[in-house]
């Protein structure tokens, strides 16, 4: 597989914070596919993939297990992973919360997850994109900054919102008994020139508007 910094970045971290090994995982909303076998060679354990597009790579598709799947009508049985994964795919959700309620029926009771999705409060988004370019950058900032102006920046008007920070912690919080936001420990995990940029980012509450997204890693 190539490298994939951001994802060996959140492997690295969720092998320091849950201190065990990931025997099953299931990753919602796993696109092409090429992240969820990353994340299988990382943690060295068993993935399945879900998107509701069949859009995977072949590569990938050797790898682990890539299937269709619903998010809120996972058909899995209760109990079946011991961590659920899902990046950057809440957002697309008609009912992500129905989505949350399902990821935690199918963990274990000691079962963990990571969930990201993009920052609703960001200045500007999609600097880090790998297969965009310049333009394109431009033109999707551009759009999100027309969706603010006519007031309709968030999810269910069509725009590529995602979630602020306090409303996933709140939507998590409902759902799961622990809950902790990971965004400062994945961004001083991927960008490791710039931690004294990054501790003043947080220290004067800039991070909130300069993160493009937010990441939460708890328990069931």
Sequence with gaps: MVRDTKTEAVSRI???????DIKRML???CGTGVEAAKLAECLNAEVIGIDVAENFNSEAARK???QLGDATALEFEDGSFDFVYSYHSLEHMNNPIGALKE??????PAGGYWIGTLNRHRFLGYIGSKDATFLQKLRW?????????EGKFRNEF???AGFSAPELCGMLQGIFSETNNMSGVYFHEIYKR?????????RTKLSTIVYP???FMGKK
């Design 158 to 160: 069509g725009a590529h």
């Design 14 to 20: 969720i092998q320091r914070e849950l201190k065990k």
């Design 64 to 66: 682990v297990v890539l």
């Design 141 to 149: 900032n551009l759009m999100d900054w027309k969706a603010r102006l």
């Design 103 to 108: 990821m935690k029926r199918v963990l274990t």
């Design 213 to 215: 997204s937010v990441y």
């Design 194 to 202: 710039f931690q004294v940029i990054l501790y003043v980012l947080e």
């Design 27 to 29: 990753v919602v909303g």
